[in-house]
């Protein structure tokens, strides 16, 4: 019979192919119901090892999934080493030498690398 840890620590191997293109409202959603089965965990040592696994997948998530855009005249340009669907690169406003009172103005956005989604 699999114990509570060994039940959490299995999904959350799955958290970052089971987050992706979620709203970012659904992904804290996540989070917390998650942060809410550790806190029932009876010992603290189970509770502090599902905590840095939920935390590590997290981070995994935010450094590996999601990107930053910018907004430029209508367009979308992602700040991304790979390409993003749908997106052009920053190097192209890079090559427009655009002041940078221009990129302190642009909107900003968080969005899933793999399509390019806004995470919102």
Same mark, same amino acid.
């Given at each position: 019979?699999?114990?509570?840890?060994?039940?959490?620590?299995?999904?959350?191997?799955?958290?970052?192919? %089971? !987050?992706?293109?979620?709203?970012?409202?659904? +992904?804290?959603i996540?989070? =917390?119901?998650y942060?809410?089965?550790?806190?029932? @965990?009876?010992l603290?040592?189970e509770?502090?090892?599902?905590?840095?696994?939920?935390?590590?997948?997290?981070?995994?998530?935010?450094?590996?999934?999601?990107?930053?855009?910018?907004?430029?005249?209508? %367009? !979308?340009?992602?700040?991304?080493?790979?390409? +993003?669907?749908?997106?052009? =690169?920053?190097?192209?406003?890079?090559?427009?030498? @655009?002041?940078?009172?221009?990129?302190?103005n642009?909107?900003?956005?968080?969005?899933?690398?793999?399509?390019?989604?806004?995470?919102?």
């Amino acid at each position: 019979m699999a114990t509570q840890i060994t039940k959490i620590i299995a999904n959350l191997v799955n958290f970052r192919e %089971e !987050m992706k293109d979620l709203p970012a409202e659904t +992904v804290k959603i996540h989070i =917390s119901a998650y942060r809410e089965l550790i806190a029932m @965990l009876p010992l603290k040592r189970e509770q502090y090892a599902a905590t840095v696994m939920l935390d590590a997948m997290i981070h995994k998530m935010i450094a590996s999934d999601l990107t930053m855009a910018y907004q430029y005249m209508g %367009e !979308m340009f992602a700040v991304y080493s790979k390409p +993003v669907p749908g997106m052009e =690169s920053t190097e192209v406003l890079h090559g427009l030498n @655009l002041k940078q009172d221009a990129w302190d103005n642009m909107p900003r956005f968080l969005v899933w690398a793999d399509s390019g989604k806004i995470y919102e």
